[in-house]
């Protein structure tokens, strides 16, 4: 609170940008290159390709993440729209072209994670666009109540 006015501090801005965190995309960088030291150090042939498999892969997810932040995000007009960062570069979507949005539960190892599906119809054709955790940093449902609150979903 400010002391020299009377009213409380205003409510923070509700977040409108969601990726996938920093630290993780570091850690996972981290465990590429540990994992191209391990393969450049293997004595045999099949464990050096195999750990340098799994090295390519854990770089790639990194470069993939790092490339696409912010992954999902809210433009802050007074017709909003939702811009979402794929490898190839942000795609926007009116309300009009937004079909669905939903979260659904799946299982995956034994466990039912939620998952942000979102309906968009995308040059004539209808795709689904599928958000976790990983890809936004934080719950699907607080995304999308976000997403209801801005009108882009019901």
């Known amino acids: 609170m400010d002391p020299e006015s009377d009213s409380p501090d205003p ?8 990726t996938t ?6 850690a996972v960088t981290i465990g590429g290159v540990v994992l191209a030291g391990a393969a450049i150090l293997a004595k045999d042939g ?6 340098g498999l799994a090295a390519v892969g854990l770089l790639a997810l990194a470069g993939l993440g790092f490339r696409q932040r912010p ?4 433009t802050a007009d007074p017709q909003p729209r939702l811009v979402v ?4 570069g942000p795609t926007e979507y009116t309300r009009d072209q937004i ?11 034994g ?14 054709d209808e795709r689904l666009l599928i958000f976790g955790r990983w890809d936004l940093g934080t719950s699907p449902d607080e ?3 976000t997403l209801v609150a801005h009108g882009l979903a019901q």
């Open 85 to 88: 960062r794929t490898l190839t």
């Open 11 to 18: 409510l923070p801005e509700p977040r409108t940008t969601w």
């Open 46 to 51: 099949p464990s050096r390709l195999l750990i």
């Open 99 to 109: 079909m669905r949005a939903r979260v659904v539960g799946y299982r995956r190892l």
């Open 143 to 145: 995304v999308f109540e």
């Open 71 to 74: 992954r999902l995000s809210i």
């Open 21 to 26: 965190p920093m630290a993780g995309l570091i």
């Open 111 to 124: 466990r039912k994670n939620p998952m942000l599906e979102i309906d968009v119809e995308h040059h004539g």
